[in-house]
Nanobody, 114 residues
């Protein structure tokens, strides 16, 4: 069983920045595919960004150039740096660890509002 715990959400003004962190348990973290999803009220959960074990990254079009996903295998942690935040980025952000199966965190709220 892999435990996944997100942190770093909060309230930020438009144009501001936040960094989300996700800690995942397990000695094989380095080979997990790590992903950030988000779900806004009334909308489906969407994949925001992913990072492979080799460090390859992918982003949904709406966050390209603003968000950066990274990982620190020594700390079993993946990060999502979010810059130039917009009100439409408001959502619960979930971290997902993909190994032999998929493991989810409990989510962290990000609210972008003036």
């Amino acid at each position: 069983q892999v435990q996944v715990v997100e942190s770093g959400g909060g309230l930020v003004q438009p144009g501001g920045s936040l960094r989300l962190s996700c800690a995942a348990s397990g000695s094989l973290f380095r080979i997990y595919v790590m992903r950030w999803y988000r779900q806004a009220p009334g909308k489906q959960r969407e994949l925001v960004a992913s990072i492979s074990s080799g460090g390859f990254t992918n982003y949904t079009d709406s966050v390209k150039g603003r968000f950066t996903i990274s990982r620190d295998n020594a700390k079993n942690t993946v990060y999502l740096q979010m810059n130039s935040l917009k009100p439409e980025d408001t959502a619960v952000y979930y971290c997902n660890a993909l190994f032999t199966t998929s493991y989810w965190g409990q989510g962290t709220q990000v609210t972008v509002s003036s």
